[in-house]
């Protein structure tokens, strides 16, 4: 039996969905808190582990937590860890904010647990601290880029563009059409940087050092021309009025509603994306394609990638054998068909044994060309450097609004990186 209700978390939490599993014998026993970002497939995914663990393990109750993504969501995850009120059990990112969580002091190490063995390397390396790994995938690899609608690009005969040129060309023709050409969203600050981080494959092609120099302090955004590309794209976009008229308001739900359903042409989005279509936008699923950010030549064309985030366990859980049980659960073939059948494939798993359906989404088959044999790809500067602003995300809402210029927008971002540096105590800052 489940039960779920809504309940008031205050001070370092917020808004919670409680999901709790009860039945009359298990394997396993006891109780875990769960705390997820609220986007719609995270709750979906969430829910159908936990139903499936708990209907193998009647004995065991796990409470669903719900938090807010972007800066607001990074704030309550680093306030509980400091506080020692984290969740038994949460998802969160890998790369460079996880190194930002102190992992060494906060996380539960799960180096040498059985389900580790079928992880790959690629992915460890960006959950590792001090020699430990604390973090299980929890999702498909990701690639950063732009979700296009299908019928818009058939019903004005585009091509699929491979330079920023024909972007902007394809827009153009969208908006004489009379529709929205680019979708921002910037009610929900995070989805504004998107421009800017998964145009990082075009830096690397024109600086390959870019991301050994950024982290020495020997390279910036603002005296980069390649790097400044992401910040004038953006400024681009919006100074030739190809923005929805609501960008400033809309949310990410918005967005790929007008993008699944027509209502936009374009949406610069992670492909976590597509698993939120499938959930909420289902009948749509099949309208919706997905491209590389575009660069300045066609003979670098590349998409830039995301790791996936992961699940961690908290040091200063209670119940730590049952929640390394649930968490090699996640991370098992099972937890990642419960997945596909949950939200939907969205991209390529990093556990072994966890396959594919042959009957992916459009957006999913244009992406993984991308990472086979042959395919151009490279990691997000997340993955590569340990140095992310935490205000990339305010910046980038005032480059893409008209507030501030590009030049100005990646100066004010090098400062913000400087101070988080500085904060890890890197060398050279």
Request: glycine fraction near 10%; include cysteine.
């Amino acid at each position: 039996m489940t039960k779920t209700k809504l309940f008031a978390l205050m001070g370092a939490s917020t808004l919670g969905l409680m999901i709790s599993a009860n039945a009359v014998s298990a394997q396993q026993s006891g109780y875990l808190s769960f705390l997820i970002d609220n986007g719609p497939q995270s709750v979906a995914v969430a829910e159908a582990w936990v139903a499936a663990y708990t209907e193998k393990n009647p004995d065991v109750t796990i409470d669903i937590e719900v938090r807010p993504g972007g800066g607001e969501g990074d704030n309550i995850v680093k306030t509980r860890l400091a506080t020692g009120a984290m969740a038994d059990v949460f998802f969160y990112n890998s790369g460079s904010l996880f190194q930002a969580i102190n992992p060494t002091q906060n996380l539960l190490p799960v180096t040498n647990e059985p389900w580790q063995e079928g992880v790959q390397e690629s992915f460890k390396s960006v959950v590792s601290a001090g020699g430990e790994v604390y973090g299980t995938p929890f999702a498909p690899a990701m690639g950063g880029g732009i979700f296009y609608n299908r019928g818009i690009y058939e019903e004005l005969g585009l091509e699929i563009p491979t330079t920023w040129e024909e972007f902007m060309a394809n827009n153009e023709k969208i908006k004489a059409a009379g529709k929205t050409a680019v979708i921002q969203t910037y009610g929900e600050t995070w989805t504004s940087q998107l421009f800017v981080l998964a145009d990082f494959y075009n830096v690397l092609a024109a600086e390959p050092d870019f991301a050994e120099k950024f982290t020495a302090n020997e390279a910036k955004f603002a005296t980069s021309p390649a790097a400044l590309r992401g910040f004038e794209k953006l400024q681009e976009v919006y100074e030739a009025g190809y923005l929805n008229a609501d960008f400033g308001a809309a949310t990410y739900p918005d967005g790929l509603r007008m993008v699944a359903t027509g209502e936009g042409a374009h949406y610069p989005m992670l492909t976590f994306g597509i698993g939120a279509i499938a959930e909420t936008l289902p009948d749509n699923l099949d309208d919706v394609g997905f491209f590389a950010q575009p660069g300045d030549s066609a003979d670098s064309n590349g998409l830039t990638t995301w790791m996936p985030d992961s699940v961690y366990i908290a040091k200063s859980t209670s119940s730590p054998d049952l929640a390394k049980d649930f968490v090699g659960f996640i991370g098992s073939p099972e937890g990642c068909d419960i997945r596909n059948e949950a939200v939907g494939a969205t991209g390529p798993y990093m556990i072994a044994g966890c396959e594919l359906p042959s009957d992916v989404p459009p957006a999913v088959s244009d992406m993984l060309p991308y990472f086979q044999e042959g395919g151009n790809n490279a990691p997000a500067l997340e993955f590569l450097s340990p140095v992310k602003g935490p205000a990339l995300e305010q910046i980038t809402v005032e480059v893409g609004s008209g507030i501030r210029s590009a030049a100005d927008g990646a100066a004010l971002y090098d400062e913000d990186v400087r101070k988080q540096a500085q904060q890890l105590g890197l060398a050279g800052w």
